[in-house]
């Protein structure tokens, strides 16, 4: 149905629409600007600042440690995340109500006293090094993506389905590859990438965790915008929002852009 | 025994890194502010007693607030629009707000760097139309921190409430056309009354993600703008009082706590779809 | 503050799909008409229009003589039944059926006097305060009723409205919402799939199917005298067998099947027979008599009991026929029998 929508709403959106997709427009176009420091619109095309990206250390390394961190919390957080969203559906009366809540406390809590405080028990009061620690306040904050996004599929899903299977002669952990996970496949990819882009944009969790030996990108952005203020961060940032485009483009071909707004 | 608490084996491993990691050193951290010092509160009375922290709470809460009406007003007309959009429009719309949303909250500030600084975008486009002969500090001002914010998270708010506002079934709507009422006593009446529910969550999102904020406030608040997550991280890091810091940690637990349990349940009694 | 209802010549799309074609539909004073049909068959499409939520590509719908065809909904005035109610759940019952009046200005305290006296009618009183929530499925249905039914509009109009009932209170329902139309005088379209309810309620039924209307008559003259194969077949006639003309004799005529069976017909039952037309029947109106003699000759295969009687699949020249015999001579499949004709029980269809 077609409700006419007044002028003036419509003006509106446009605006908010200018103002959500202008600022990176803006960095795009710095990223190429052929000047020393950062201006819009650009000033001549370059990719050089893209090849000095790489030619800074810091970058290089902090663009393996945070695709390492990424890859690994968000597979971690699943491995472990996929089964307890399982027991969660399936074993309702089996487990306490207070078991779903310990899920929710990752979002719960402020990242940046989830940083800290591992920083405090876990780095320093249990002397882990700066890499697990990281990986394991990654782990935390990516987890509630896999418990809730999966459980949210697997609440749809209609167990008698995978008692179909069983009674049919495939035994229980086969039944669970075979039949459930195919049918929360895209929970499943919604999670990963949920957890991936969370993971790989994080500040506040990191914060505490990072040094000079060791840092994220994020961090390392924060870090280099506030010593110099040159193209190379709007680079950088557009290498990071073409990480995003490349996601996008998965969920739009796997799963459709409305699961996003569910 | 294995086979009767199954359950529980594959609840186990993720329950334990939170228990491990999350529950354990958060109350320790809030733990080590009690005791600490003359009497049991000494770090809250220490904190409230400096006129500076006060007012670096207070900031906090205003701009968490600016952030949080600003958003929603925005958000929620936009979003309205949205929803009632044609397909097609609609998909590039959501699109359009999920790109932002997805980008890293790091690079999404810094892009307010550019526009707001002295030699910024905006400054050279007030110079260049004659609307002002010296550049505005614009920069390190709470006004600055509010508008990134804002970019922050409305397209948070307009997915939120694309979701809500089309859960509202087709069906009201027409019922209400059909009982005479015109398209904006439909808003008034009908839309917005089952909307409030969902607009109360995003409000909670909104709130609690600026008011435990770091990465903005700092890119463009500055020292000159501390919040609560600037000032946590300078105690902590810059002058090792990890008693302020846990202390500071303390504090925005329990309010983004006694926010979201507050207002979840003042969404749920508000929310006539559940009964 | 009855109206008659005129749809003219309408034609609708969605998007470049035809779902109605010229449709053309008049509804009298005080009558209720059911649009019956399968589902995609354009009746909802039909009401859809007529509410102002779809607008016609060509044609015109007036009420009373006022033209709707490009008012928009909230300007019609017409009451709407909703198949899930559409009842609003942050309103009370009470609210929601003084919600039409409150759009028409009428002020609280008569508002709450005319829903509440309304609610009395449907037996809600006592729930007026509860939120729709609370209440059974027939219970929403009678708020769903009170509030198309308040503001008192000229039309009245039921989109499926008992399909989400069990059986036992979509009769119930069905009764009261006639009583209602009845008591109010008020023009009713009733929009359903299942056709016991549509002849069960309706002064006149119109029949659909993709996008036109097939027949729109009596409950009565569509179950005896089906206009043509599509609505016979609708209304339960099993067995249209294609049949010509061989002798006539003044108005009766003797006509034989594609198998050579032939059947004396009488012109006083089935009035003018073209040449070429289609015998149809129900299972009833085809005796089964064992042995052979005057009728179609058939073999019976399948036999079920009905209770009153037997059914019997049977196999003749002109293909199966479905036909019922009595329960005094139950046949083995296999049997040599006769298909006797019950002319009340048939009809003569004009050939497609």
């Not at chain 2, 809250?44 to 922290?53: C, D, I, K, Q």
């Not at chain 2, 929620?76 to 397909?87: D, E, I, M, N, Q």
């Not at chain 3, 003259?221 to 077949?233: D, G």
């Amino acid at each position: 149905m077609a409700t006419r929508i007044p002028l003036p709403l419509i003006l509106l959106t446009v605006a908010v629409y200018i103002f959500l997709v202008g600022p990176l427009i803006i960095i795009l176009g710095a990223a190429v600007s052929d000047t020393t420091y950062l201006t819009f619109p650009p000033q001549g095309f370059t990719l050089h600042w893209f090849q000095r990206i790489f030619e800074i250390g810091a970058f290089r390394r902090t663009i393996v440690t945070s695709l390492q961190l990424a890859c690994l919390a968000t597979a971690l957080a699943l491995v472990i995340g996929i089964p307890a969203a399982y027991a969660l559906n399936r074993y309702r009366i089996q487990l306490p109500t207070w078991l779903s809540t310990v899920f929710v406390l990752p979002i719960l809590v402020p990242e940046i006293v989830l940083g800290f405080s591992l920083l405090k028990s876990v780095a320093v009061g249990a002397s882990l090094p700066i890499f697990p620690t990281l990986l394991i306040g990654h782990t935390l904050l990516v987890l509630p993506y896999a418990v809730r996004v999966i459980s949210a599929s697997l609440a749809s899903f209609d167990f008698s389905i995978e008692e179909a299977a069983i009674s049919l002669g495939s035994p229980p952990s086969r039944t669970f590859f075979t039949i459930v996970l195919p049918n929360v496949r895209s929970g499943v990819i919604a999670a990963f990438i949920l957890a991936f882009i969370t993971s790989i944009n994080d500040v506040s969790t990191s914060l505490f965790l990072t040094g000079p030996g060791i840092s994220t990108l994020p961090i390392q952005i924060l870090a280099h915008v506030e010593q110099f203020f040159d193209p190379v961060i709007a680079s950088v940032s557009v290498l990071l929002m073409l990480l995003t485009v490349a996601v996008m483009a998965i969920v739009e071909r796997t799963l459709g852009l409305t699961f996003l707004t569910k | 025994m294995l086979k009767r608490h199954i359950g529980w084996w594959l609840a186990l491993p993720a329950t334990l890194l939170v228990v491990l990691f999350l529950v354990l050193p958060v109350a320790g951290t809030i733990g080590s502010t009690f005791g600490e010092g003359a009497g049991p509160f000494a770090p809250y009375v220490n904190f409230f007693s400096s006129g500076f922290r006060r007012r670096v709470l207070w900031r906090t809460l205003e701009i968490s607030l600016a952030t949080t009406a600003i958003s929603l007003l925005l958000g929620f007309l936009t979003a309205y629009v949205v929803s009632r959009a044609p397909r097609n429009l609609k998909s590039i719309l959501i699109i359009a707000a999920v790109f932002p949303l997805l980008t890293g909250v790091v690079v999404r500030s810094f892009a307010w760097l550019i526009i707001l600084g002295k030699n910024g975008i905006l400054n050279n486009l007030l110079l260049a139309i004659g609307v002002t002969d010296e550049p505005f500090a614009m920069l390190y001002t709470q006004g600055s921190v509010i508008v990134a914010m804002v970019y922050l998270f409305t397209p948070l708010m307009i997915l939120t409430l694309v979701g809500v506002l089309e859960n509202i079934p087709d069906d009201l709507i027409q019922a209400s056309a059909s009982l005479g009422a015109s398209p904006g006593s439909t808003f008034r009446q009908v839309v917005f009354p089952l909307a409030v529910p969902g607009l109360i969550v995003g409000a909670v999102l909104v709130f609690t993600g600026s008011f435990t904020s770091y990465a903005t406030p700092q890119l463009l608040g500055g020292e000159k703008q501390m919040v609560m997550g600037t000032l946590m991280y300078q105690q902590a890091m810059v002058n090792f009082d990890w008693i302020s810091a846990s202390t500071i940690a303390t504090i925005m637990v329990v309010i983004t706590i006694a926010i979201v349990l507050l207002m979840t349940r003042v969404a749920k009694r508000l929310n006539p779809m559940a009964t | 503050m009855t109206q008659p209802l005129s749809v003219r010549n309408v034609t609708a799309h969605y998007g470049t799909t035809k779902v109605l074609e010229d449709l053309s539909l008049d509804v009298a004073e005080g009558e209720l008409v059911s649009l019956l049909g399968a589902s995609g068959c354009g009746k909802t499409t039909t009401l859809r229009l007529i509410a102002g939520f779809l607008e016609p590509t060509s044609g015109t719908i007036t009420l009373g003589g006022r033209d709707l065809t490009r008012l928009p909904a909230y300007k019609r005035d017409i009451g709407l039944v909703f198949q899930n109610y559409a009842l609003f759940p942050h309103l009370t019952v009470l609210e929601n059926v003084a919600f039409g009046l409150k759009q028409r200005g009428i002020a609280g305290p008569e508002r709450e006097k005319r829903a509440r006296a309304m609610l009395e009618r449907v037996g809600l009183a006592p729930l007026a305060d509860r939120l729709p929530g609370a209440l059974s499925g027939g219970q929403k249905q009678r708020v769903a009723l009170a509030r198309a039914l308040v503001i008192e509009p000229p039309l009245l109009m039921f989109d499926e409205p008992l399909s989400n009932l069990d059986a036992k209170l979509r009769i119930d329902m069905r009764v009261e919402i006639r009583q209602l139309q009845r008591a109010n005088r008020t023009t009713a379209v009733y929009v359903t799939h299942d056709q016991e309810e549509a002849f069960s309620i309706s002064d006149r039924v119109a029949i659909m199917n993709a996008g036109r209307i097939m027949q729109f008559d009596t409950p009565e003259t569509l179950y005896q005298r089906p206009a043509n194969s599509f609505v016979a077949r609708f209304v339960g006639f099993e067995n249209l067998i294609p049949m010509k003309v061989v002798a006539r004799d003044g108005a009766n005529v003797t006509a034989e099947t594609a198998g050579g069976a032939r059947l004396a017909m009488s012109g006083e039952r089935f009035g003018e027979i073209p040449d070429g037309f289609i015998f149809a029947s129900r299972a009833d109106g085809l005796r089964v008599v064992p042995g052979t003699g005057e009728g179609i000759p058939a073999t019976t295969g399948l036999r079920t009991y009905l209770g009153r009687a037997y059914q019997y699949q049977c196999d003749t020249a002109a293909g199966p026929i479905v036909a019922n015999g009595a329960l005094s001579e139950p046949l083995e499949p296999g049997s040599t029998a006769t298909l006797v004709p019950v002319p009340d029980q048939c009809c003569v269809l004009k050939a497609e």
